[in-house]
């Protein structure tokens, strides 16, 4: 068992051409200041794209940011789009307390949370606002702060829906 | 018209390398008998992969296996992960009998049963507890022990999910 660096939400498998799509149309939304791993969604007015407000936001994931915000509104935007074929890798916090990977972890379904760094973390704590589901471990059972592989849940995926 | 071999499950069209995703930190779980192809799940405490159960169990579905399980708890899990994306194949049965394919049978859900010698079929006596929707046929309609495209429903995949 080991205590691991908190690291901010990257890809595990992404398809598509080096797994970035890029929104290079309506770009940036004005004041920004992400770093890359941000969970982004479409501002509701001007469509650019934004950090996602965490707590209970009920915005849907566009996908999460390759690199930090420009700063600067319309700049281009690359993403790893939130589709059922990508699988990401997250670090596990409660709140903001570590906590150590144990079975029931996977299969379970999470929101996700800010740090003070900027880093996106899954947050066992919230089974509320759930976002994601763990699929499956990349540390040990037992390690503090362990990284796991996780999906979008289907119905917080922006790119996608139901008809009813 | 013919009559096939009964074979069990596997994949169709599936991408990543080989098609193969790896459980290799958590593994599989102890006293497994499973063959090649058995359809596998999380263990309740342990969340290691074991065979499904089969009848009406509720667990969701985490792949295929790719070889025979190990009987060694712990060891390394090769599976066909159970994704929106994966397309398998499958032969029919009749509870125990062996089936002709009919036009009918493509488009319609059915449960997965297991055969007395391991292998698991696609349980056309079975719609209660559905599992798989046949998608096409490859054998000809009126083959016995007809070979078939399936997908997995999306409400049987263990490593998806609805946040509602």
Not at chain 1, 41 to 70: N, P
Not at chain 1, 89 to 104: N, R
Not at chain 2, 135 to 153: E, M, Q, S
Request: proline residues 2%.
């Amino acid at each position: 068992m080991a205590t691991k660096v908190v690291r901010t939400l990257s890809p595990c498998i992404q398809g598509g051409k080096n797994g970035v799509k890029w929104e290079n149309h309506i770009g940036e939304e004005t004041g920004q200041s992400y770093k890359a791993g941000a969970p982004l969604v479409r501002e509701s007015t001007s469509k650019e794209l934004l950090e996602w407000d965490g707590g209970e936001d009920s915005e849907l994931v566009v996908g999460i940011a390759i690199g930090d915000a420009s700063g600067t509104a319309g700049t281009d935007v690359g993403y790893y789009e939130a589709s059922p074929s990508f699988v990401g890798e997250g670090t596990l916090i409660d709140d903001t307390s570590a906590v150590a990977l144990a079975a029931g972890h996977i299969g379970s379904e999470y929101s996700l949370i800010k740090a003070s760094d900027g880093n996106w973390l899954i947050d066992v704590n919230d089974t509320d606002t759930k976002m994601v589901i763990v699929i499956d471990a990349i540390d040990a059972i037992g390690d503090t702060n362990p990284r796991v592989k996780f999906r979008w849940l289907f119905d917080k995926m922006d790119n996608f829906g139901n008809a009813a | 018209m013919a009559t096939k071999v009964a074979r069990t499950l596997s994949p169709h069209i599936q991408e990543g390398k080989d098609g193969i995703k790896w459980e290799n930190t958590l593994g599989e779980e102890l006293s497994q008998t499973y063959i090649a192809g058995a359809p596998l799940v999380r263990d309740d405490t342990s969340a290691e992969l074991e065979e499904w159960a089969g009848t009406t169990a509720a667990t969701l579905i985490v792949g295929i296996a790719a070889s025979d399980a190990s009987g060694t708890a712990g060891t390394d899990v090769g599976f066909y992960e159970a994704t929106p994306d994966f397309e398998g194949e499958g032969t029919l049965i009749n509870a125990t009998s062996a089936v002709a394919l009919a036009a009918s049978h493509i488009g319609s859900e059915y449960s997965l049963i297991k055969a007395s010698d391991g292998n698991w079929l696609i349980d056309v006596n079975d719609e209660t507890t559905k599992m798989v929707i046949v998608t096409d046929a490859i054998d000809a309609i009126g083959d016995y022990n007809p070979r078939v495209k399936f997908r997995w429903l999306f409400d049987k995949m263990a490593n998806f999910g609805n946040a509602a």
